[in-house]
């Protein structure tokens, strides 16, 4: 029997997919591998439609943070090593809003409001963005989802009543992985985060980064304990190595490694959103198309925080080339306390 077809049968039987089975995956070439495509494909389209969901950010407060990831352009280590990490205070809340509306404008249907640091704990600072929710919620009319590190399930509540929909918080990468890419905060840490977002009533988005040094087994890993998280939105990022981070000569990922991750994060999680987000144009280069054929169905919008995406009307461009739509915003303006 092929992979695939138990694979199926898993799925089918509700029964979860064996390790040693998933592996099998990154074997797959030619015929074989684009039938386990196909499967991811229908499960996206089963549970998903046909719609892309287009997210976009903006880096409202930038600057050295006193964490140590070993990805970030923004972490103390590499800000030190390069002294090159601009500092900005979190933006006024008219240019919070005219980022969202220039997002809205591009075709995104989400807009998140991302702050550097390991929180945002200053009074003024949250009163700051959660009037920024607000505006952009009644005025804009597009979803808003807020990225801020880790958070107290108050802070997040009072944010969920200024209009907040959606809160963003990645666990990075598996729980066996985490201490060789972190120490100055814990897995455990972005867990409860997690849970505190989605105790508050918000949707939680919450991704990975896959070529950081992993292996392929906790590839999987992340993709079962986000399962078990139970999240709306699954972010599968693709490392872009920044000089100056630890990372900064990490191996390349090749672009059908990076599609057969995502074609086991729909296979793991086949009715969440899975999007295709950071790195993807540095790792997929011209397969980013397949991305879609493969269980994806969301793409991050424009620039990252300190790199850059690509041309948005490239993004819309693709889906309509590829028979799907983009998903309109829906937001209704509405008042809030």
Known sequence: MNITRKIKEAINGNIEIPDDLLLSVFQLSGAPLMELFSLALELKEKYTGKKVNFCSIVSAKTGICSEDCSFCGQSAVAGIKEKKIKVNPLMTVSEMVEAAKAAKNNGANEFSIVTSGTRISDENELKTIGNAVMS?????????????????????????????????????????????????????????????????GLKVCSGVIIGMGESRLDRIKMAKEINRLDVDNIPVNFLNPIKGTPLENAEPLTPMECLKTISIFRIVNPKKNILAQGGREHNLRQLQPLALMAGANGFLLGNYLLTSGRNPELDLELINDLGFEPNVSETPRAEYA
């Open 136 to 200: 952009i919620k009644n005025e804009v009319g597009i979803t808003p989802c807020a990225s801020l590190g880790l958070m107290e399930y108050e802070n997040l509540l009072f944010l969920k009543n200024c209009g907040l929909e959606i809160f963003h918080h990645n666990i990075e990468t598996n729980s066996d992985f985490f201490k060789k890419i972190c120490s100055t905060h814990s897995f455990e840490d972005n867990i409860e985060t997690v849970k505190s977002a989605k105790k508050a």
